[in-house]
């Protein structure tokens, strides 16, 4: 898998900030989202190692499980062509999925009685951020998860949750 590294200054005369970005196409399956999780786990694996980035367990685990419940979502909403974007960029990770659905995802009011479909509720518990938009064809969600740890291994940083 190859990363592309850049490097942005602050613009305030600051240190400069690394990004380190991949991405992957698939065409969604539900054999495939195995296959979208070890991308995450790899990327991450090589942002630690290849360039020193910091990447906590618990958001190693998160990024995953976000990436798995997305995947699924395509698979059962928009199969067919999905791409897979992430990038680490200060103390955030982004996870970017675009499929060709022109449904947007909406998460159901709390029924602890419902048999599945908690994939989004999921998503929007653990992440900092959330915004889905329509394009062209199909749409893109956009999540991040904070790399930042506080004191008792939570995440650190802005949510706006």
């Known amino acids: 898998m190859g990363l592309l590294v850049t490097t942005r200054g602050t613009g305030q005369g600051g240190p400069e900030a690394r990004v380190v970005a991949s991405g ?6 539900s054999g495939q989202i195995s296959r ?4 995450v786990r790899a990327f991450l694996s090589d ?13 190693m685990d998160l990024a995953q499980l976000v990436v798995s419940e997305l ?3 395509v698979c ?13 960029d200060g103390g955030m990770l982004g996870i970017t999925m675009w499929d ?3 449904v947007l995802p909406a998460a159901h009011g709390a ?3 419902r048999a599945g479909q908690h994939g989004l509720e999921i998503v929007l518990a653990v992440c900092q951020s959330f915004e889905v938009r329509r394009e062209p064809v199909g749409k893109r969600v ?9 004191p008792h291994g939570e995440p650190a940083g802005f949510s706006p949750w």
């Open 36 to 39: 979208a999780r070890d991308f």
């Open 76 to 88: 059962k909403y928009a199969p067919g062509p999905c791409l897979l974007d992430l990038e680490v």
């Open 71 to 73: 995947a699924t979502n």
């Open 24 to 29: 992957a196409a698939y065409d969604m399956d």
């Open 47 to 59: 942002a630690r190692s290849l360039h020193g980035l910091d990447v906590p367990a618990r958001a």
């Open 142 to 150: 956009r999540v991040q998860i904070s790399l930042l740890e506080g």
């Open 100 to 102: 060709s659905g022109s």
């Open 111 to 113: 029924d602890p009685a």
